[in-house]
């Protein structure tokens, strides 16, 4: 582990299967789905605002510059680990894999095309739902993870614990560039829709492509699960797009933040039983 600019890379490499069951949370298999649905985007979604954030570091002042480089440091690393999983996954799977080259193509179309302020922005309200889910997670940890697979856990604790640790990065450097509101809400419309409409056309292949196909369940567990999160998501979002706000006015989710405080990034554990970490 390196630390620079206040936050800390942590050098994770995750030992997953030859290749991974979507539906590796059992007893919650359309959870899984959803949380594979957001990892289909991260090796597109993250390198594009993490060059808008790289190609304006040499511009901004001491300490944010640092912060900054220490960011796409720590998102690197996230789109690194997410592609190593998401090739397990999608073994064997031309649903997800038709879904993924969809979004290849719109984040690489919004990466030549859009301004960089706008590419600072998207980055901006990314971060935001990103923490927003951070929070969401943290407090149904137990449903999403208890007894699932630990590198699988691991790899989406270690993502959403970091999110949180570098919420203020991306809305800091934004401000110091550009900061204009109306882009920022244009911006966090369009990354919200794009997530929204990806995380339904993946889960949907899964579920297709899975004995749950024909069972009812999975398909109305998503509708509360989904709204849930929405519920979290969309007011923090509503707020961050107003002047005066600041990602620090966010309160950290305690579960997250402690596991990360013990998380062993060489072995990709943590060194605690699951009771002795806070309840959600």
Same mark, same amino acid.
């Given at each position: ?43 597109? $979604? ?5 060059? !808008?954030? %790289? ?5 901004? /002042?001491?300490?944010?510059? =640092? +912060? &900054? ?60 739902? $990103? ?5 969401? !997670?943290? %407090? ?5 993870? /208890?007894?699932?697979?630990? =590198? +699988? &856990? ?127």
């Amino acid at each position: 582990m390196t630390s620079t600019g206040g936050l800390t890379e942590r050098r994770v490499r995750l030992a997953h299967g030859d290749e991974v069951d979507p539906a590796w949370n059992a007893r919650r298999p359309e959870l899984a789905f959803a949380v594979n649905a957001v990892s289909l985007l991260m090796p597109y $979604a993250e390198p594009y605002f993490v060059r !808008a954030v %790289r190609g304006v570091a040499h511009d901004l /002042d001491e300490p944010l510059r =640092s +912060t &900054a480089v220490a960011f796409c440091a720590q998102e690197a690393r996230h789109h690194g680990e997410h592609r190593r999983f998401n090739d397990r996954l999608t073994v064997d799977r031309p649903g997800l894999v038709r879904v993924e080259g969809w979004a290849r193509r719109s984040y690489g179309w919004l990466d030549r095309t859009r301004s960089t302020r706008f590419s600072l922005a998207f980055a901006a309200a990314s971060e935001t739902i $990103a923490f927003s889910i951070a929070r969401w !997670a943290d %407090r149904h940890d137990r449903v999403l993870f /208890d007894g699932v697979e630990p =590198s +699988t &856990a691991a790899l989406f604790r270690w993502h959403l614990a970091e999110e949180v640790e570098h919420k203020s990065v991306a809305h800091d450097v934004y401000e110091a560039v550009d900061g204009s509101r109306l882009r920022y809400a244009l911006a966090a419309f369009t990354t919200l829709s794009l997530l929204a409409w990806f995380t339904v056309l993946a889960v949907l292949a899964q579920l297709w492509g899975s004995r749950w196909r024909w069972s009812p369940l999975p398909w109305l567990r998503l509708v509360p699960w989904a709204v849930s999160i929405g519920f979290v998501t969309v007011p923090n979002l509503v707020v961050a797009s107003f002047p005066g706000h600041h990602p620090r006015d966010f309160t950290d989710p305690p579960g997250l933040v402690t596991w990360l405080r013990y998380f062993d990034p060489a072995t990709g554990t943590v060194p605690l039983l699951e009771g002795d970490l806070p309840d959600r």
